[in-house]
Each structure stands twice: as C-alpha cells, then as structure tokens.
C-alpha cells in the first residue's frame, strides 16, 4: 500500500499535494477507491481511500489514526564512521528499513573518507532522502534523522550521557550476545571505518562506559556490519516479532 509521510495532521477530506501528491497522481496514477497511509512522522497513521485524482495531486478521505506498527521499542542510533564513496548510503537505507531510530556519521582515526563544508550540506540532503524513501518502503512511523558528522570522542560521550554503548571492534573479547544481557532500550551502535578503530579508540570506548563488542571471527565490511548488529539486537530484544 502506497504510504506518505505529511507535516500536519490529517483529517476528514485531506489533499495531498507537493511531490508527494504528484508522485500518487502521475505516477502511481492511483484511482478513486484506492488505499493509501498518511503517516505523520510522529507514529501516527491514518488508513486513507483516494476520492479523486486532481492530475497532480490527490483527494483523500481520512480514517481515524492508529499507532504506527513499524517502530521498534528499542531506540537505535548507528553511529557509522564516515566510510569511503557511496557507502554511507548503504548503510543510512539498511538501517532505516530495520528500524533504525538515527544514523549518525562520525569521524574517526582511519577514516579515509573526509567531509568538507561545502560538500556536507549536499551530502546530508542526499542521505536525509534516502532515510525517507526507505521509511516509506519499509512502513516505518517515523522518519529517522541523519545527524551532522561530529569527532568519535563526542559521539561517545554524548552516547554515554542517553544510553548504553555497543562498541563493535574485531579484537574484542566477548560476544554481541553477552554484550546485550541487561542493556536497555535506548542504545548507540558504532561501527568503524575500513580500517576499522585503533587500540586508542577502543580503550577510549571502554572508559567512556561502552560494551566492546566482537560481531563473530568472521572480517565484516563497514557497511555490512551495521546491518548485520541491527538485526541481531532487534532480535535479542523482540522488536522482529509481527
């Protein structure tokens, strides 16, 4: 079913216009009677039947809202260290389809990828619309944001003072499923670049209150490791249940 994210709150007979009506009435080319979800980025939805087809935008009776059921209770930000070309992409679509609650890009001591100010503004925009389209296609409530890239120490910190910490380094001792006993809903995961973390970093995790953590003897790519530690935790915590 056809889902759009709108600013306000439907109700009764609602038009849906900008591209987002333009996309359902051209290129959707949906009809009366057809079904459609408004959604108002805050985990609302709103079932919805297409009345007319005004060309480039369309005309919509409005059901009554209900929770959205494509967001998980556990509340992840994926803090993925700035990998090189369009890599990043990946990751943002991915994760926004698992359930994602932000990404954020950080940068960190192995990161070959740079991000200068004239190129961040574009980029930023690119991957905010990646976030979402993917959570149009995956059903999601809410439309996961993608944060400013910030230094790896002030991702950790600022991690460190609103939830619990899942530092994902290949040399680590224990498991991802030890690491998740008694964590709560509210987590940061951080994923390395190619190059993945330093010992410094690493250490710098663990005094900053982070449960280092070993995704398994096998090398992941940065951009499969996030996906690969989303859906794992997802699991552990019951938020992949229908």
């Known amino acids: 079913m056809p889902r759009f994210f709108v600013d306000d ?22 009809r009366p009677g057809e079904a459609v979800t408004l959604c108002d980025g805050r985990g ?21 809202g209900t929770p959205s059921r494509g967001e998980p209770r556990t509340k992840v930000t994926v803090c993925q260290c700035l990998p ?64 400013e890239p910030a230094g790896l120490r002030r991702t950790l910190e600022t991690a460190q003072s609103a939830g619990d910490i899942l530092f994902f ?9 030890s690491c998740l006993r008694g964590i709560g809903d509210r987590l ?6 190619e190059g993945g973390f330093s010992e410094e970093e690493a ?5 900053l209150g ?14 499969t490791a996030p996906i690969a530690a989303l859906s794992a935790v997802f699991y552990e915590k019951g938020d992949m249940e229908p």
Request: aromatic share 6%; proline share 4%.
């Open 9 to 30: 709150i439907p109700a009764g007979r609602y038009i849906l216009s900008g591209e987002a009506g333009r996309h359902g009435a051209k290129v959707l080319r949906l």
């Open 44 to 64: 609302t939805d709103f079932p919805c039947t297409v009345r007319e087809n005004m060309g480039d935008s369309l005309l919509l009776d409005v059901g009554a």
């Open 84 to 147: 090189k070309g369009d890599k990043l992409e990946t990751v943002a679509q991915k994760a926004v389809e698992l359930g994602a609650y932000e990404i954020w890009p950080v940068e960190s001591r192995y990161c070959v990828a740079k991000w200068d100010q004239k190129s961040r503004e574009k980029k930023l925009s690119r991957l905010q619309r990646i976030a979402l389209e993917a959570a149009m296609q995956s059903g999601r409530g809410v439309v996961p944001k993608v944060l």
């Open 169 to 177: 380094y290949e040399r680590a001792a224990r498991g991802l499923r």
């Open 188 to 193: 940061f995961l951080f994923v390395g670049p």
């Open 203 to 207: 250490a710098l995790a663990g005094e």
């Open 210 to 223: 982070a449960r280092i953590a070993s995704l398994g003897p096998r090398i992941l790519r940065t951009e």
